[in-house]
């Protein structure tokens, strides 16, 4: 399909790789971020320098610091990451109102222990929403790599029509109801990444990661089934399909982190990394929920300092032996 009109907050590099994208196939996009004079900039550059540099705009995307400009969008992409969505929209919800939104953030919010749609229906009563999620580097979208997403949607007949809006030759979107499934398992796979990057930073070797996987998969799907979210969407490509990709590619900020973190190396703090804050949300919810989330609990304890490397390798490592 081609035409159409697509708005996209967030300028970062999933923001940018989708107005790329879609603007190739034929829509118009409009890109915002929040800041007028690198919106200027950008525009007239043609190119996000800091987030996916080497990349050009094509001509039918304008790069806007107003949100008015996307006021008129068929739909609205909110590629924020996850912390900032519920001040964004509290902020600037009423101006999307009436628009489909549709949250391409992964994570859960550390204070409200909820994933974006709830935020969305919180904060923007009126808005339909979906959840655009699934295997994908921002790079590789740009780049015009096959990608294949979950776009998940309760209302049949918007989630039709943005499957539509939001396809393109080399961006394949697969449709589901199951919204809970879908964010739950992009959300946790960043957490699960984490651990992988630490297993490999301290040497613990593939096969510990490939366990690392499998249980953490476990544990992702202990966790979404518990809210509701059915098992054929975590083994999807939101759940396991994600999953493979962040535990196992140096492209993944979320895995690098990790690895980071298990070899005690410094990592720059202003990279997204949004597994961070979701670890500790998730370890919360949880808690509140009595369901046992082992891996998730000690990432959260190592990332706030409450356990060192070797404490967390042995009491993971010495947890009852169980059936598989
Ligand atoms: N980069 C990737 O390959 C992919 C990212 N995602 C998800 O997309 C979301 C965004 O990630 P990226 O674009 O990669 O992050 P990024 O770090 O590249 O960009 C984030 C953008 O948000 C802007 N921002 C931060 N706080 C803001 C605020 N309060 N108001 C307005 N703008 C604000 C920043 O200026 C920056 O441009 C994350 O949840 C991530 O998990 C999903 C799939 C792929
Ligand atoms: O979500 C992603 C791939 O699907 C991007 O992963 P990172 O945020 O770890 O870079």
Not at 108 to 117: H, M
Request: aromatic share 4%; glycine share 12%; net charge neutral.
């Amino acid at each position: 399909m081609t035409g159409g009109r697509i708005g996209i907050v967030g300028a970062g590099a999933f923001g940018t790789a989708l107005a790329v994208t879609l603007a190739r196939d034929g829509r118009d996009v409009a890109l915002w971020l929040r800041d007028a004079e690198r919106a200027w900039k950008m525009q007239e550059k043609r190119e996000n320098e800091a987030r996916l540099a080497g990349v050009l705009f094509p001509e039918n995307v304008s790069v806007t610091a107003d949100l008015d400009g996307i006021c008129d969008a068929d739909a609205v992409l909110l590629c924020l990451p996850m912390q900032v969505l519920s001040g964004f929209l509290i902020g600037s919800g009423k101006a999307l109102s009436g628009r489909p939104l549709v949250a391409c953030c992964k994570g859960i919010d550390l204070e409200r222990l909820t994933g974006p749609s709830a935020i969305i229906s919180n904060e923007v009563p009126s808005a339909r929403s979906a959840v655009l999620t699934g295997p994908s580097f921002a790079a590789d979208i740009a780049m015009g790599l096959p990608t294949a997403l979950t776009l998940a949607c309760r209302e049949a007949g918007l989630g039709e029509t943005l499957q539509q809006q939001l396809s393109t030759a080399t961006l394949r979107l697969y449709l589901t109801d199951d919204v809970a499934g879908a964010e739950l398992g992009g959300a946790l796979k960043n957490v699960i990444a984490i651990a992988a990057g630490i297993v490999i930073g301290a040497g613990l070797g593939e096969s510990a990661r490939a366990a690392l996987m499998t249980r953490g998969y476990a544990e992702m799907t202990r966790l979404a089934l518990a809210f509701g979210a059915r098992a054929e969407t975590l083994g999807g490509l939101s759940g396991l399909g994600d999953l493979v990709l962040t535990c196992t590619s140096a492209q993944s900020r979320n895995f690098r982190f990790g690895v980071a973190l298990g070899s005690g190396q410094a990592f720059d703090p202003s990279v997204t990394v949004e597994g961070a804050a979701t670890a500790k949300a998730v370890s919360n919810l949880g808690k509140k929920r009595g369901i046992d989330l082992p891996v998730t609990r000690m990432v959260a304890a190592l990332i706030d300092g409450h356990i060192d490397l070797p404490n967390a390798i042995q009491t993971l490592l010495s947890r009852p032996l169980k059936k598989e």
